[in-house]
T-cell receptor, first 112, second 113 residues
């Protein structure tokens, strides 16, 4: 069984540019989460999809972040325009029942 | 909302010794407490979890204890080995997954051979 896959694994962009991260959850997992870890800090919740619906987006920092999950399969997280403080590792995780999360390897985003 | 504090931030132990990582949480409604291990360059992986109706759970060399009254839970690793070196994250959530996991800041464990 394939795990949660994310790409790109690394992205280096300049301030003001746009970046789109992609996450493919484990097949059959209705729950999909986005988290972010800034170096040395906690893995911070961004948002939660149940199928194609946003269940909870209380962690999204501001309107520069847009997440979608069309068709309830893969998800994208777009940052536009990127700012320096957006740098960090963006993790996607999926779950069948909403508890045991399976994480992807993350996307290391560096905004210069 | 929930707040999870984790200590220590770094921990070094000699191979064969025990390691203990402690977390506290703020929301008394939290009822699910998993621990994740992230090895260097790899994804976080669930290693053990405990629910609020249980005080202790053990799986080989790792164990987790929960004190609901004090709102803290701990990870215990016995007979540590070099492959236990990683960053460990505790987390908490309520309502059996309907609220998102809130993570601590992580503990970097180094096991010295």
């Amino acid at each position: 069984e394939a795990g949660v896959t994310q790409f790109p694994s690394h992205s280096v962009i300049e301030k003001g540019q746009t970046v789109t991260l992609r996450c493919d959850p484990i097949s059959g997992h209705d729950n999909l989460y986005w988290y972010r870890r800034v170096m040395g800090k906690e893995i911070k919740f961004l948002l939660h999809f149940v199928k194609e619906s946003k269940q909870d987006e209380s962690g999204m920092p501001n309107n520069r972040f847009l997440a979608e999950r069309t068709g309830g399969t893969y998800s994208t997280l777009k940052v536009q325009p990127a700012e320096l403080e957006d740098s960090g590792v963006y993790f996607c995780a999926s779950s069948q029942w909403g508890e045991k999360l399976f994480f992807g390897s993350g996307t290391q985003l560096s905004v210069l | 909302g929930e707040n999870v504090e984790q200590h220590p931030s770094t921990l070094s132990v000699q191979e064969g010794d025990s390691a203990v990582i402690k977390c506290t949480y703020s929301d008394s409604a939290s009822n699910y407490f998993p621990w994740y291990k992230q090895e260097l360059g790899k994804r976080p992986q669930l290693i053990i979890d405990i629910r609020s109706n249980v005080g202790e759970k053990k799986d080989q060399r790792i164990a987790v204890t929960l004190n609901k009254t004090a709102k803290h839970f701990s990870l215990h690793i016995t007979e540590t080995q070099p492959e236990d070196s990683a960053v460990y994250f505790c987390a908490a959530s309520s309502n059996s997954g309907n609220t998102p996991l809130v993570f601590g800041k992580g503990t970097r464990l180094s096991v010295i051979a």
